[in-house]
């Protein structure tokens, strides 16, 4: 049977992604452990302690000799097969559908889709949330490739959604998330920056190592000089008629301005922020993924 193709993962994506590593657990610790392959591969042998079989752990590593005493399922832990979760949390509201050729929401999934694989491809385990005003699907974390598969099925058919509210998003989905482990979101963050750092606090308060990408289409970041333009708000519906020479430097500013904010209250809490840009290859942000 020929292997599944996805819009976001295609073999061409997975070939190019055979020379990084993607360590959740690293990441919560500060760092991104080996972010290329290391030619030194293979698993501790100082065994740690059994715990039960839990949904979405690899049936490999279930300990058969265990199972048939008990009848029960066991893994086998190692000191270093501890592991921590990787929440993905993409925002899908209606502005995200914005962008000439590729929108913002494809760019942001294009990168959840290569984290997804990258968590699973070491037995890790990914969760992922689709969020706009509310928590339109959650899926809890998963190691397994049918896992993964669920995951870039849901993507595909992913469409923009309702008004942005990320600050409401990360409040409703913390009691979800009940392991510590990296967090990384995936937005063009149009909230107030101090609400979501509020949101954000439970989550630095348990441990949690967060990443933020900032998700812009580059004539967010600028207006080009075309004239006098009627502007249609993609969440709102609200409607502007403006000479873009008029406003143009006026809206910079004000970009400018929204983006030192977050950049700061980032720098305050000790989260990673980034500005992702999408005309640029999101591979690129995998660097951003190093303390």
Known sequence: MPAPQFKYLRPEDIKNLGSF????????EGYLAGRHRSRLRGSSTEFRDYRPYAFGDEPKLVDWRVYA??????????????????????????????G?????????????AALCYLVTRN?????????DDRIRHFFPPGSTTRHLHNLLQVLEHNQPGQRTSLATALRRAYPLLRHRGALVVLSDFFDDGAAIF????PYLHRGFRI??????????LQLRNLGLRRFDDMETGKRVIAHTR???AAYADAMEQHIRGLRELAVRRQVAYTVARTDRHYFSLFDELVE
């Open 21 to 28: 590593e993607f360590a959740p657990k690293a990441l919560v």
């Open 69 to 98: 005493r008990t009848d029960r399922f066991y893994l086998r832990t190692y000191e270093e097969q501890t592991r921590m979760d990787c929440y993905l949390f993409l925002d899908s509201s209606a502005s995200m559908g914005f």
């Open 100 to 112: 000439e050729g590729l929108t913002k929401l494809e760019y942001a999934s294009f990168f959840t």
């Open 123 to 131: 037995t890790d385990r990914v969760a992922l949330n689709l969020f």
């Open 198 to 201: 509020s949101a954000l606090s």
């Open 211 to 220: 990443f933020l990408f900032h998700v812009l289409a580059p004539e967010e």
């Open 246 to 248: 008029a406003i143009g």
